[in-house]
């Protein structure tokens, strides 16, 4: 299985362009699922196993304390695996086919009020320590980036003039994203401040490029700060940027362009959000609705 492992994440990487993060995932799961063969010792030929190996995995998942969420996660990457050795000819039929994911509990993104995205923008100096970090947190709500997205942002991918950046999110996927006056403003007041030749959007203060965990904690740091926050994650300020949107009456699909969202499953999500929104709009609306 190691040997076609490492076929298999070549492939991930060069041919369906994953992200590393992606990558690294998906090995550790196969790799558990190799150690999980091997303590069974009645060990198979990729070819010889079943449906009965894959959901035995699964409720092991389950038994020691691995939520439905991960094992769902665990058995994609199992799926993926298998669709390749079947692609390649180790297998005849993939496993995985037949097995059903374990239902995960469904949990609604968090999302900041218009409040607090307005009270954690609207510090001052001291309590967002630099421009730099204020133009960040612009960028994740004014764009509804991700945060790898914001990582891999150089100057040239922005036109301040037409205020569009172009993004390459997740598979090498590029798309177009406008973002607003104040957000251009914060990032055009930042740069200024900078006096180098360095392509990179976000520098650190060592002059490098920052990574995924420095802007998690420049997030981090500005949203505990509000102290009613429902939570710190930069990725709230992305659900936030959806929310509102959908809020204000943006339509769903333009909100999957937006995103970045392969499925438009993945954008429905945010429309649970908005039942008060819906209630308020019914009963304007309905001649009955009162």
Do not use: W
């Amino acid at each position: 299985m190691i040997r076609y492992l490492t076929d298999f994440l070549e492939y991930l990487k060069k041919e369906r362009r994953f992200s590393l993060h992606t990558i690294r995932s998906y090995k550790v799961d196969l790799q558990q699922f190799n150690e999980f063969l091997l303590d069974r010792k009645d060990q198979k030929s990729l070819s010889q196993i079943g449906r009965d190996e894959i959901r035995d995995f699964v409720a092991y998942l389950l038994k020691y304390g691995y939520s439905e969420k991960s094992a769902q996660r665990k058995l994609s990457a199992l799926r993926s695996f298998f669709r390749f050795l079947k692609k390649i000819s180790v297998v005849e039929k993939n496993p995985t086919l037949t097995v059903r994911s374990p239902k995960a509990e469904k949990r609604l993104p968090k999302f900041l009020t218009l409040r607090q995205v307005e009270k954690v923008l609207e510090m001052k100096e001291g309590k967002v320590d630099t421009l730099r970090d204020k133009a960040i947190l612009e960028m994740l709500y004014g764009a509804g980036l991700r945060v790898s997205e914001l990582v891999n942002l150089k100057k040239s991918d922005i036109d301040f003039q037409s205020n569009l950046i172009r993004v390459k999110g997740k598979g090498e996927k590029e798309r177009i994203v406008p973002f607003g006056r104040c957000a251009k403003k914060s990032v055009l007041e930042y740069l200024a401040t900078r006096g180098d030749e360095r392509e990179e959007l976000f520098l650190s203060r060592q002059g490098k490029g920052l990574t995924s965990r420095q802007i998690q904690r420049i997030v981090n740091r500005a949203l505990l700060s509000l102290g009613d926050a429902a939570g710190i994650n930069p990725h709230i300020l992305r659900h936030s940027f959806a929310t509102h949107l959908l809020e204000r009456g943006c339509d769903l699909r333009a909100v999957q362009e937006l995103l970045g969202h392969s499925s438009l499953s993945s954008t429905q999500v945010y429309t649970h959000l908005g039942v008060g929104k819906l209630r308020e709009i019914y009963k304007k609306a309905h001649p009955r609705g009162e």
